[in-house]
C-alpha cells in the first residue's frame, strides 16, 4: 500500500488533476457549509454567528482522529511545521484585520467567485495578488528581523504538554466539542 | 439516489455535516497527495506566474519563488477547483447570484460598489500579506495545521480571529457606529 500511494504522490501529471478534484469538493463543501458567504463570515467575527467556528471545529475534530489513525497505520505521514511570534503571531494578526476587511478567507474568496460574488472577484483576489506581491519584495528583509524571532517552546501540542500523541488527542476532542456543546447550549 | 439528490441541492448542510466533510477530505488530501489542504500557497503561484509573464529576469531574481515556486501544481490548482466546486453547489440548491455589495456591508456603510471594492482590495491585501508572514491561511494553518496537533497553527489561527474579531468590531461598530 505504501508504495503504490508514492507511486501516486511522484505522479506529477496526476497531482495536478488531484488538486483539481480536491478544490471542487472542497468548494462545494464550504459553500453548503455556508461559508463562502460574506454576511456568514462577518457575523461570525462579530460573534453573532459562529457557522464559521462549527465548520472548522467539526473539520478538526474529524480529521485528527482520521489523520492520526492512517499514520497510526503507516499510510501517512504528517508535516507539522515549527513556528514563532515573529512569524505567526504578527502575521496571524496582520491576516486577521484583512480577514474582517474583506469577509472572505483565500479559500473561501474563491468559493464566493463560484457563488457570484464580484467583490470577491475584483477586490479580494486583486488585494490578494497584490498584498503578496509586497510580501515577495520585502521578503529577505522580513525573514532577517521577524519570522525567526521568538520560536515557539515544541512544534506539537504533545511535545508542550509531554503526552503521548492519543491522550493528547483525547485532550484535544473533549476540549472543541465540549466548546461546540457549549455555543449550542448558549443557543449560538 | 432521490435521497442523495435532495441532499446535493440542499441551500446549507449543517456546519457540523459540512465540516467533517472537510476533515475527511484532509485525510484523503495526505492520503493521496502527502500534503495539507492550504489555499494561500495558490495565489503566490499564481502571483509568481503573473510576475514572470510580465518579467521573468524580474521575478527570477525573487527569493521567495525560491521557496515556493510558481508553476501548475497542485496548490495552484486547488484554486479554480474550489471556485468550479462553490459554482456547482450553489447551482445545485439555485442560491447562485451575481452579488457586488453584500448585505451586511450595505446595511452599515450602504451600497456604493466603490467603496466596497476599495476595502475589499484593501483587506484582500492585508490577507495576502499576513498569510505569507504567518506562513498560511485558516485552511493550511487552521484546519490542516491544527489536525496535525501543530502548535504554531493553532496559535496562528487564534491569531487570525484574535485579528479579525478586533478589526471587525472596530469597522462596523465605531466607524459605522451600527
Same mark, same amino acid.
Given at each position: ?5 508514492? &507511486?501516486?504522490?511522484?505522479? *506529477? ?8 478534484? #480536491? ?13 463562502? =458567504? ?17 465548520? @472548522?471545529? =467539526?473539520?478538526?475534530?474529524?480529521? @485528527? ?12 505521514? @504528517?508535516?507539522?511545521? =515549527?513556528?514563532?511570534?515573529? =512569524? ?10 484583512? #480577514? ?6 483565500? &479559500? ?22 497584490? &498584498?503578496?506581491?509586497? #510580501?515577495?519584495?520585502?521578503?529577505? *528583509?522580513? *525573514? ?17 504538554? *509531554? ?12 476540549? @472543541?466539542? &465540549? ?10 | ?18 465540516? $467533517? ?68 453547489? /450553489? ?28 476595502? $475589499? ?30 502548535? $504554531? /497553527? ?7 480571529? $484574535? ?16
Amino acid at each position: 500500500m505504501g508504495a503504490l500511494f508514492t &507511486g501516486i504522490h511522484k505522479d *506529477r501529471g496526476l497531482q495536478v488533476i488531484l488538486g483539481l478534484l #480536491f478544490g471542487i469538493a472542497f468548494g462545494f463543501l464550504l459553500q453548503k457549509g455556508g461559508v463562502t =458567504s460574506y454576511n456568514v463570515i462577518i457575523e461570525q467575527l462579530l460573534l453573532t454567528n459562529f457557522t464559521v467556528m462549527k465548520v @472548522m471545529l =467539526s473539520a478538526v475534530i474529524v480529521g @485528527m482522529i482520521g489523520l492520526a489513525l492512517l499514520k497510526h497505520f503507516g499510510y501517512v505521514q @504528517m508535516h507539522p511545521a =515549527s513556528g514563532t511570534i515573529g =512569524s505567526n503571531v504578527i502575521g496571524g494578526l496582520i491576516f486577521g484585520f484583512g #480577514f474582517a476587511l474583506l469577509g472572505y478567507c483565500p &479559500g473561501t474568496v474563491a468559493g464566493a467567485i463560484g457563488t457570484g460574488a464580484i467583490d470577491a472577484l475584483i477586490g479580494g483576489v486583486v488585494g490578494i495578488l497584490i &498584498g503578496i506581491a509586497i #510580501f515577495v519584495e520585502l521578503y529577505p *528583509r522580513i *525573514r532577517t528581523h521577524f519570522l525567526g524571532k521568538c520560536p515557539f517552546p515544541a512544534v506539537t501540542v504533545q511535545e508542550l504538554i *509531554r503526552l503521548n500523541l492519543w491522550l493528547t488527542i483525547v485532550l484535544m476532542e473533549a476540549v @472543541m466539542i &465540549g466548546f461546540l456543546l457549549m455555543l449550542e447550549y448558549l443557543g449560538y | 439516489m432521490v435521497l442523495i439528490l435532495e441532499f446535493l441541492t440542499q441551500a446549507t448542510w449543517s456546519p457540523y455535516v459540512a465540516g $467533517a466533510g472537510i476533515g475527511i477530505l484532509v485525510c484523503l488530501a495526505f492520503l493521496l497527495s502527502n500534503r495539507p489542504i492550504g489555499c494561500s500557497s495558490g495565489f503566490v503561484k499564481a502571483g509568481g506566474l503573473i510576475e514572470k509573464a510580465i518579467s521573468p529576469a524580474y521575478a527570477g531574481k525573487k527569493e521567495y519563488f525560491g521557496e515556493i515556486v510558481p508553476e501548475i501544481d497542485w496548490a495552484f490548482m486547488l484554486i479554480p477547483g474550489i471556485v468550479i466546486g462553490a459554482f456547482i453547489s /450553489s447551482m445545485l440548491s439555485g442560491q447562485f447570484q451575481f452579488i457586488l455589495v453584500p448585505e451586511m456591508w450595505s446595511a452599515t456603510f450602504g451600497t456604493n460598489p466603490v467603496l466596497r471594492v476599495l476595502v $475589499a482590495i484593501l483587506g484582500g491585501l492585508f490577507l495576502g500579506f499576513g498569510a505569507r508572514w504567518a506562513g498560511g491561511c485558516t485552511s493550511g494553518h487552521g484546519i490542516s495545521g491544527s489536525i496535525q496537533l501543530s502548535l $504554531a /497553527s493553532m496559535i496562528t489561527a487564534v491569531c487570525f480571529f $484574535a485579528g479579525g474579531v478586533g478589526m471587525a468590531m472596530f469597522l462596523f461598530y465605531v466607524i459605522g457606529g451600527a
